[in-house]
């Protein structure tokens, strides 16, 4: 009777655990993911990126819930960055502003470097890229599961077409708080100006400054086309967007888990590309309905701003992390433009 009653015992306490522990351990892992972009999957890249890593993951790894908070819900780029190294939140997706927690991520905004997206990707995808995760990850303890982009950055004004650096001259040009940007806009001959985001329109409209410098995406979405007349497509520098988790909650993942994560992290990515891609192939065409004129700088004349304003950046890059990432990327991006022309 003691055994009938000792495996009747049993029999009930995983019973329990399986209608009563089981469904609580099952659902016990939730993912907070923030980013700074609307949540729209058709038009935002970081807002298509999360919304698929989100369905991928709760689709393929049982128990895991993904919450994602767009439009800088949980705050800006810097906050989320910081409450993801703190582990307050599980993942952001954020690009320049990681380089103030990882300033080894400023090398990424030397201009004129990428002479294509695909370019880019390459470098990204293959070693530099894991390198620098590596090194982020050693550095900061975010493991970065993925790259994605936030697009070729380019010229507007309200004065003249600029066509070589010679046009910049005397335009006084808003620019990020950011002495990368500071340094490439005035080595190009204009006079940068900082001017807090959510100011620049009006900044802008008042004529407190002649231009700015944004991705096509961003100019159409926020209407710069009613206060600036021309557009350069000189894609000065090349934004990448990290896909950062805090790693010791990544350890804490089975191996299973981490594997579903890094695929979906992958893909979403990939997704942000995309969509980033095909906002600013369109978004030139709406802008010019809009009446924006369009210039697109010949190789030469691309060659031009270059020579203007890559060494002053380089050299300031050069004061604040040292050489060697520098000479990684530029090798990584030989290589990458060598295999694209065979």
């Known amino acids: 009777m003691e055994k009938k009653g000792m495996v009747l015992g049993m029999v009930i306490g995983l019973v329990c655990f399986f209608f009563v522990v089981a469904p609580v351990l099952a659902s016990s892992i939730e993912i907070k993911f923030g980013h ?8 935002s890249k970081k807002g298509a990126a999360g919304a698929l890593f989100k369905n991928v993951v709760e689709a393929e790894a049982p128990g895991v819930s993904v919450k994602v908070f ?20 599980q993942m952001s997706m954020v690009s320049a502003a990681i380089a103030g927690t990882y300033k080894e991520a400023q090398v990424l905004d030397i201009p004129y470097l990428f002479s294509s997206p695909a370019v880019a990707w390459r470098v990204m995808d293959g070693w530099f890229g894991k390198e620098m995760a590596e090194d982020c990850l050693k550095k900061t303890g975010m493991r970065v599961l993925a790259y994605g982009e936030t697009g070729f950055r380019n010229f507007t004004n309200s004065v003249r077409p600029i066509k070589s650096p010679a046009d910049m ?49 961003v100019i159409l979405s926020v209407k710069f086309f009613e206060v600036q007349k021309y557009l350069t497509l000189d894609g000065h520098s090349y934004g990448v967007d990290f896909i950062l988790i805090n790693d010791k909650f990544y350890q804490g993942l089975p191996k299973e888990t981490q594997a579903i994560l890094k695929t979906a992290a992958i893909n979403a990515g990939l997704v942000g590309r995309g969509i ?19 210039y697109s700088p010949t190789p030469r004349e691309r060659a031009m701003f270059r020579e203007a304003a890559q060494k002053p950046v380089i050299e300031y890059i050069e004061k604040q992390i040292g050489r ?10 030989k290589e990458a433009e060598d295999e694209l022309a065979k």
């Open 36 to 43: 700074v972009d609307p949540p729209d999957v058709f038009t």
């Open 70 to 89: 767009p439009a800088g819900q949980l705050g800006g780029e810097r906050e989320l960055v910081e409450a993801t190294k703190l582990g307050t939140i």
């Open 276 to 294: 980033q891609q095909l906002n600013s192939a369109i978004g030139v065409s709406q802008l010019r309905e809009k009446g924006m004129e369009v």
């Open 169 to 217: 001259k005397g335009l006084k040009i808003r620019v990020m708080e950011s002495p990368v940007y500071i340094t490439m806009v005035r080595a190009l001959g204009a006079a940068p100006t900082p001017i807090a985001w959510p100011e620049v329109y009006t900044a802008l409209q008042q004529k407190v400054v002649d231009g700015q410098e944004n991705p096509v995406s």
């Open 324 to 333: 060697p990432w520098i000479d990684k990327l530029l090798k990584a991006v």
